[in-house]
C-alpha cells in the first residue's frame, strides 16, 4: 500500500512534465524537444556544481514542505507557511542587522529568534482554530497579508536600504555557516540552510515516528473525535501542531536570508514563493519528512532546469506551471490512492476464510 | 475628494464582483480559494486580446469582448476547478492553490513570449468623458459619470443580477441548498453536483470578469499579479458572513481602506502627518476579518456543508 502511494506521486510529475513539455511544443514547437532534454539534465550537467545549486534552491522549499506536511498529518492545510516565513525572516534580519554585539554567534540567536516569531505567527490560527473553531484556511490567508503589510512596515522602519527599498545586508557574523558544504560542491550557491534543512528533517521524523507526542497528533488528524475519546486534549494537539509548522516556515526564512546568496528582502506587495512551493513540495512527497526531502531535491532540480530555459528564448516560468500542474495532479491522486486502498482491503477481506 | 471617492470605486467594484462569485461557490458547498488564480487568469486573456487587436475595433467594442473573454478564461479554471471538488471529490483547497499557482505561470510564460518584458501594455483610452445629463446630477454624477468606465456598470449589473438570482429564483434557492443540506436537495430529485458545477463555472466566470475590472481603470500594462484582491475577496466574503446583501457595504469598506493607503504614497505629505503608517490600512481588512470570525462562534455563518464532497450513499 506504501507503493501505491508512491506511484500517484510519480503520476503526478509525469503528469506535470508532460503538460511541460506541451506547453513548449505549443510555444517553440522547432526547439520544444531539446529544451525539455536541456532542463530535464541541467541539475547534474556541470556536476558537483549544479548538485550544489539544486539543494540551494531545495533548502527552503524542504523547510516551508515540512512545515506544511507537519500540519497534514494533524488534519491541517497550513497555506499559512509564507506569513510565517516572512515573520520569522524579520525576526532573523532584524538581529542579524541590528544586535551587532553578538558577533560571531548573531546567526545562532537569529535562527531561533525566526523559529520562535514563525511559531508565533502559526499559533495563532491554531488557537483560532482549536477554541474559536475558526478554518485554518481562511484564517492563514488572512495571517499572511497582516504578515506582509506588517513586516514591509517593519523593515522601513528598522533595517532599511531605501536605495534599493529592500532589507539592509546581513555582517558576516549573521549568516549561518556552510559547514565545508561550499568546499565539497565548490563553486555552487549552496548554503547553510542545507544543514538546517537535514537536521529539521531528522528531526520531525523522530518526533512523528518515535514520540508519543507524534503519535497523538497523528491520531488528531485521522480523526479528532476519536482522539479525545481515547483521552487526547486534541484542542491542544491542534494548536501545537500550528506551532511546530510555524517553527519550521520560520526557520526556512532564517535559511535564505541569513545567507551570502545576496538575497534580500525586498518591500513590495507579493508574496515570497517559498511558502506556497512548500504546499506542493508536501504534497508530492506525501507528507512525510523523508519524502518531503526528497520532493524538495526534486522542485530545487526543477527550478535548476528552469534557468536553463533562457537559453532557447523560453521563459522559467514554464517550470511553475509543471508545478501547478503536479499540486493539481496530486489533488486528484489522492483521491485515486484512497479508493484504491479500498479496493485493496475489500479484496483482501474477501480473501480471508 | 471626487478623486478619491473616484478611487475608492475603482478599488471596491472588482472586490465586489469577485467576492459574489467566491459566493455561489461557497454557497453551492465548494471552497473556492482560487479566486486569485481565476481574477490574474481572466485579466491576462483579456488583456492579451486588447493587446493583439489593438487599434482594429473602436475601444468599448474592444473592452466589452476582452470583458466577455475574461469571463471564458475563468470559467474555463472553474471548470477545472469543479472536475476536481465535485467529480473527483478531491481536496478543494489543494485544487485551489494549484489553480492560484497554475494561473500566474502560465500568464508570465505567454506574456514574456508576446511581449519583450512579463507585462501585457494596453492603451488607456477606455473611459467616457461625460455622460450626458446624468454628469449632472451632484456629487453622483462627477464620481459615477464623469471620466467613467463601463466596468463600474457592468460590476453594479453583476451585483444586483447575482442578488435577485440568489434570493429570488429558483436556482438560487436550490444552490443554497446544495451548500447547506445538499441530501435534501437530492431526495427532492436534484442533481448535486450539477448545481455544484453551475455555482463553480459562475464563480470562476465573474473572478475572471473581476480580474478584467481590476486592470482596466487603474492600470495600463498586465503583471500577472492583482496584488492579493482573490484573497482579499475571499475576506470580503467572510467578513460579510456568505450574506450577498452585506457583500456591497464591506467592498466600499475595504476598498475604503486601499484607498486611504493608496493616498499616502501618492501624497507624501498625508504619511508625514499621519500618526498611523500606510500599511495598517491595507493590514485593517484581514485583522478585521480574523476579529469578526473569532468573535462569531466558529462558522456557524459559513454554509454547513461546505468544503464536504457530497457522498450520495451517506444519506
Redesign the interface.
Known amino acids: 500500500m506504501e507503493m501505491l502511494r508512491v506511484y500517484s506521486s510519480l503520476l503526478a510529475i509525469v503528469a506535470g512534465l508532460l503538460t511541460g513539455l506541451i506547453?513548449l511544443s505549443i510555444?517553440n514547437p522547432g526547439q520544444a524537444w531539446a529544451a525539455f532534454n536541456t532542463m530535464l539534465f541541467a541539475g547534474f550537467r556541470r556536476g558537483l556544481r549544479s548538485v550544489g545549486n539544486v539543494v540551494y534552491f531545495a533548502s527552503p522549499i524542504i523547510l516551508t514542505g515540512l512545515s506544511v506536511g507537519f500540519a497534514f498529518k494533524t488534519g491541517l492545510?497550513n497555506?499559512g507557511a509564507t506569513g510565517q516565513l516572512l515573520f520569522g525572516t524579520y525576526a532573523a534580519l532584524h538581529i542579524a542587522i541590528r544586535w551587532t554585539f553578538l558577533g560571531p554567534f548573531a546567526w545562532v540567536v537569529g535562527l531561533a529568534a525566526a523559529v520562535i516569531a514563525g511559531a508565533l505567527w502559526g499559533v495563532i490560527p491554531g488557537i483560532?482554530k482549536a477554541y474559536?473553531?475558526?478554518?485554518e484556511?481562511?484564517?492563514t490567508?488572512?495571517?499572511?497579508?497582516?504578515a506582509?503589510?506588517?513586516v514591509?512596515?517593519l523593515v522601513r522602519r528598522n533595517i532599511y536600504n531605501s536605495l534599493n527599498n529592500e532589507s539592509l545586508p546581513v555582517p558576516r557574523g549573521g549568516i549561518i555557516p556552510k559547514f565545508g558544504f561550499d568546499r565539497v560542491f565548490a563553486g555552487s550557491n549552496i548554503q547553510g540552510a542545507f544543514v538546517v534543512a537535514v537536521v529539521a528533517t531528522v528531526l520531525i521524523y523522530i518526533l512523528l515516528n518515535k514520540t508519543v507526542l507524534g503519535f497523538e497528533l497523528k491520531a488528531v488528524g485521522l480523526n479528532r473525535h476519536a482522539s479525545r475519546y481515547a483521552g487526547i486534549d486534541e484542542k491542544r494537539r491542534i494548536v501545537i501542531a500550528m506551532m511546530v509548522a510555524g517553527a519550521l516556515a520560520g526557520a526556512a526564512g532564517a535559511g535564505i536570508f541569513l545567507s551570502d546568496s545576496l538575497t534580500f528582502l525586498k518591500v513590495h506587495?507579493?508574496?515570497p514563493t517559498e511558502g506556497?512551493m512548500g504546499?506542493?513540495v508536501a504534497?508530492l512527497g506525501l507528507k512525510e519528512p523523508i519524502g518531503v526531502f526528497l520532493a524538495g531535491l526534486f522542485f530545487g532540480y526543477l527550478i535548476v532546469g528552469g534557468q536553463t530555459m533562457q537559453l532557447f528564448d523560453?521563459?522559467p516560468?514554464?517550470i511553475?506551471?509543471i508545478?501547478?500542474?503536479i499540486?493539481?495532479f496530486?489533488?486528484?491522486s489522492?483521491?485515486f490512492e484512497s479508493l484504491a486502498v479500498k479496493v485493496f482491503r475489500k479484496l483482501t477481506r474477501e480473501g480471508e476464510p | 475628494m471626487i478623486f478619491l471617492l473616484q478611487q475608492m470605486l475603482f478599488f471596491s467594484m472588482p472586490l465586489m464582483v469577485v467576492a459574489v462569485g467566491g459566493l455561489f461557490s461557497e454557497r453551492s458547498g465548494i471552497v473556492n480559494i482560487a479566486l486569485e488564480g481565476m481574477m490574474i487568469f481572466g485579466g491576462f486573456v483579456g488583456i492579451l486580446f486588447l493587446f493583439l487587436f489593438t487599434g482594429r475595433m473602436s475601444g468599448q467594442y474592444a473592452l466589452a469582448i476582452a470583458m466577455g473573454l475574461a469571463t471564458l478564461a475563468g470559467m474555463f479554471l472553474g471548470l477545472m476547478h469543479a472536475y476536481a471538488s465535485v467529480t473527483m471529490k478531491a481536496n478543494q483547497a489543494i485544487s485551489g492553490m494549484a489553480l492560484n499557482i497554475l494561473a500566474p505561470a502560465v500568464a508570465v510564460f505567454v506574456a514574456k513570449e508576446v511581449t519583450p518584458s512579463e507585462l501585457i501594455p494596453f492603451r488607456q483610452r477606455f473611459f467616457i468623458p461625460v455622460v450626458p445629463v446624468l454628469a449632472d446630477i451632484p456629487i453622483l454624477g462627477p464620481v459615477l459619470f464623469q471620466r467613467a468606465y463601463i466596468t463600474t456598470y457592468v460590476a453594479i449589473a453583476v451585483f444586483v443580477v447575482s442578488l435577485i438570482v440568489i434570493k429570488k429564483t429558483r436556482f438560487g434557492l436550490r444552490l443554497r441548498a446544495s451548500g447547506e443540506h445538499p441530501h435534501a436537495l437530492d431526495a427532492a430529485g436534484v442533481k448535486v453536483s450539477r448545481i455544484r458545477y453551475a455555482g463553480v463555472l459562475i464563480s470562476g466566470g465573474l473572478a475572471g470578469l473581476g480580474g478584467i475590472i481590476f486592470f482596466i481603470p487603474t492600470s495600463v500594462e498586465f503583471s500577472a499579479s492583482v496584488s492579493g484582491y482573490g484573497f482579499l475577496a475571499i475576506a470580503v466574503l467572510v467578513f460579510s458572513r456568505w450574506e450577498i446583501k452585506r457583500i456591497i457595504a464591506t467592498s466600499f469598506f475595504f476598498g475604503l481602506m486601499q484607498t486611504i493607503a493608496s493616498a499616502f504614497s501618492g501624497i507624501p505629505f498625508l504619511a508625514e502627518i499621519s500618526f498611523i503608517p500606510a500599511e495598517f490600512y491595507r493590514m485593517l481588512p484581514y485583522v478585521a476579518t480574523l476579529v469578526v470570525l473569532s468573535l462569531s462562534r466558529g462558522e456557524s455563518a459559513a454554509p454547513a456543508a461546505i468544503g464536504v464532497p457530497y457522498d450520495v450513499s451517506a444519506r
Open positions: 506547453v510555444t492545510f497555506i483560532l474559536k473553531g475558526v478554518h484556511v481562511v484564517s490567508i488572512m495571517m499572511n497579508y497582516i506582509l503589510f506588517l514591509n512596515f506587495d507579493t508574496m506556497f504546499i506542493s504534497l523560453l521563459a516560468e514554464v511553475d506551471v508545478t501547478g500542474m499540486v493539481y496530486s489533488a486528484l489522492l483521491v
